[in-house]
């Protein structure tokens, strides 16, 4: 039995290990993602386009938020709704800013699934270790108290990586949800001001 649940310990940590290595993969890809249509750049970018959008008779947009920004996408799929004409623009630019959205949150249900579960993983290997320990002293009797000690003392450190892996990865989920809910709501203005724009410009 002793020997099981010292191979379940190995796998608790391997376990945390991978889970780290992991989080922290799609915590660097994420952060590459969002900071293409985050900060100062994107910001100035999105004061001219409204700018344009209310006070001038035809869009004169430039693409200085970069080719990969998220807001550059929407713009871009809006003006060519726009010159070509096509009714329904309503609905082009939801569909658009779901599609945004999805790219958006991919990958954080992972990031939300490791930080939900990673304190319980490191329970379960404080319980093996708890298991671990109480053997060995019923085995051993009291001169297996060195062997219960460090059994407990594993217990305790399963637990410790456990909220060491979750608690920054839950951090990091509510970051980028965050900036996430403020991109979109960004692309929300943009198509109310887009609509607006459109029936401005069929009213002339």
């Known amino acids: 039995m002793q020997e099981y649940v010292e191979i379940g310990e190995e796998l608790i940590f391997i376990a945390m290990a991978f889970a780290s290595v992991v989080a922290l993969a799609v915590f660097a890809e994420r952060l590459i993602y969002y900071r293409k249509s985050l900060g100062k750049k994107n910001e100035d970018y999105l004061s001219e386009v409204r700018t344009s959008l209310q006070e001038e008779p035809e869009i004169h947009w430039k693409t200085d938020a970069g080719e990969d920004s998220i807001y550059t996408r929407f713009l871009q799929f809006a003006l060519k709704q726009l010159k070509m004409g096509r009714k329904g623009l309503d609905e082009s630019l939801d569909g658009q800013i779901l599609s945004e959205k999805l790219e958006l949150e991919k990958r954080l249900p992972i990031l939300n699934t490791l930080g939900n579960n990673a304190p319980f993983i490191g329970l379960l290997g404080t319980v093996l270790g708890v298991i671990k320990a109480f053997y060995g002293l019923g085995t ?65």
């Open 140 to 204: 051993l009797g009291s001169s297996g108290a060195e062997v219960v000690m460090r059994s407990i003392s594993t217990a305790l450190l399963a637990t410790a990586a456990g909220l060491a892996v979750a608690i920054p990865v839950v951090m990091a989920n509510n970051y980028f949800s965050r900036k996430s809910k403020v991109i979109l709501q960004n692309l929300e203005i943009l198509k109310k001001e887009l609509l607006s724009y459109q029936m401005n410009k069929t009213k002339v």
